[in-house]
């Protein structure tokens, strides 16, 4: 599952509280205003999220007035990833839907604050903690980086790489030109292996493209830190076609224990003709080595006309890419649709079907595919309906947590809470829902010391994950 950031957001730009107009209902009667929530939840809500936090700027909406809304909702706004509802609504539901958007802010901002646990305990199936809120002060907290001396390196979606250090945020310099469009902007980070022998820090993000400043695409640079600059920058990888849709960027990144850059990229909001082509970039899961050089025996290095990075194709957005610890094998998680999301096991040439199979339906209700299966296509080792919004995971490593050892975390956007899989092989056996109503959570990542941090959006925080026996 996708949620469409600022295009979509400009417009559903809606209270999912029962109360959340300033009367109840604002301009709706009470039949018309259970419509409108119903309507949120089922097509809305899944890019959005139930507790508006990603909404509290009345002016990110096109336009001022009721008309500006009706005429998104209904014909979309297909630049920014907003499907059209014309065939899933009647006239009325849209104008209610509408009339909601414009009225359904609450007007106590505390209202969007995420349910925090501060410092009592959290009791789990298996495994208690404490939650220690480590960095507030964020917006959209994308990745994070330790370094050996201690400090934590953040990149905010919006174009700005932080180091965290001594309690306090200081900004680095040196960042390529970022086109902070939709979903896109300043994405993951990740430490070479070798890291404090040869100083080179990874990042994803969306750059412009080559022929227009409108257009923009997935790229990864290298660089190394010199105090709180930037230096030796070297663009590594260029994820061409150029699309002007800001969406379906991916781009999380993972070395394996081998020394190979693993990343996914979306299919750039074009699905027909981007994932099942190995003629481009989009919708694919990559392998390169640490320079950004092709691995000879990358499955379609001797496929005529095929991208020599690609490792897997069929993908829709991959928003979480992690290795088992145990087997140094890449998992990786995607949105779907509405519904659909997945996670798989990345294995070199395999096609996982997108968007030929699929368990999920169009966001305006109609659907693209009949079928979930197909002969030499990937089935996922699970999958979530309704739509969770998978974003960031990871394996959990290390004995701090010996009760959760080897599972796999995953951030919920839009329910908003991390999730626990287990695995047995291949096979997911359990699911165990963390941390519910913590806020989107846009990344979990495991630290040197062993500890779980987590990323969640506005208001943007780092949380540690503190195990009490």
Known sequence: MNYRTIGFSLILFVAIFLGGCSNGTGQLNEKEHTVAVKNYRAYCAGCHGFNLEKFEKKDWMYGDNLQSVINSITYGQEEMGMPSFEVTFTADEIRNLAVYVKEGLPENKDDLQPALSGNNKVETEVQDFVVDTVVSGLNVPWGMAFLPTGDLLISERSGQLLRFTNNELQEISGLPDIMVKGQGGLLDLKLHPNYEENGWLYFSYSGYGANSKKEGCTNIMRARLNGNQLVDQQEIFNGTPDSDRGQHWGAKLEFDREGYLFFGIGDRGNRDQNPQSLSNHAGKIHRIFDDGSIPPDNPFTNTPGAVASIYSYGHRNPQ?????????????????????????????????????????????????????????????????????????????????????????????????????????????????????????????????DGYIYVAIENPGKILKLIPVN
């Open 320 to 448: 979480g890419t992690c290795m088992n610890p145990e087997t140094g094998e890449i998992f990786e998680s995607e949105h779907g649709p509405m519904g659909g999301d997945e996670l798989n096991l990345i294995r070199p040439g395999a096609n996982y079907g997108w968007p030929v199979i699929s368990y999920g339906i169009n966001y305006n209700g109609t659907t693209f595919t009949n079928i979930t299966e197909k002969e030499g296509m990937e089935q996922p080792l699970t999958y979530w309906v309704p739509s969770i919004a998978p974003c960031g995971m990871t394996f959990v490593k290390g004995d701090r947590y010996p009760n959760w050892k080897n599972n796999i975390l995953i951030g919920s956007l839009r329910f908003q809470y991390l999730e626990r899989v287990v695995l047995d092989g291949y096979a997911v056996t359990h699911h165990e829902k963390l941390l519910e109503g913590i806020g989107r959570v846009r990344n979990v990542e495991v630290s040197p």
